[in-house]
């Protein structure tokens, strides 16, 4: 399973930028996880394979929107008034488990990352 994430860049709070995450097949349950320096890989958002269930962290709900398309292999993450916290190396994954977890331990396939920075 090869992923590829791209849109990272620098924004202004409040400001959106929408992530994509390419894969080589779409029958994954699939998520993005971010991780800022000094810490430890944090759960962001989940998709199941169909799209039809999605899951959020609390600091992110309400903000953030995760989606696929799997006719494009492609899975998205829209992130609507950004804040400074948000700044972080995102990286999408996936795995072929069928239960959803919050854990990053529990994805076998991972993407290069890509990095979000959001200035006050």
């Known amino acids: 399973v090869q992923l590829q994430a791209s849109g990272g860049g620098m924004v202004q709070a409040g400001g959106s930028l929408r992530l994509s995450c390419a894969a080589s097949?779409?029958?994954?349950?699939m998520g993005w996880f971010r991780q800022a320096p000094g810490k430890e890989r944090a759960f962001v958002a989940a998709?199941?394979?169909?799209?039809?269930?999605?899951y959020y962290a609390d600091s992110v709900k309400g903000r953030f929107t995760i989606s696929r398309d799997n006719a494009k292999n492609t899975m998205y993450l829209r992130m609507n008034s950004l804040k400074p916290e948000d700044t972080a190396v995102y990286y999408c994954?996936?795995?072929?488990?069928?239960?959803?977890?919050?854990?990053?331990?529990?994805?076998?396939?991972w993407g290069q990352g890509t990095q979000v920075t959001v200035s006050s």
């Open positions: 994954a996936a795995d072929r488990a069928y239960v959803n977890s919050y854990d990053y331990t529990a994805y076998a396939y």
């Open positions: 998709v199941s394979r169909s799209g039809g269930r999605t």
């Open positions: 097949g779409s029958d994954y349950r």
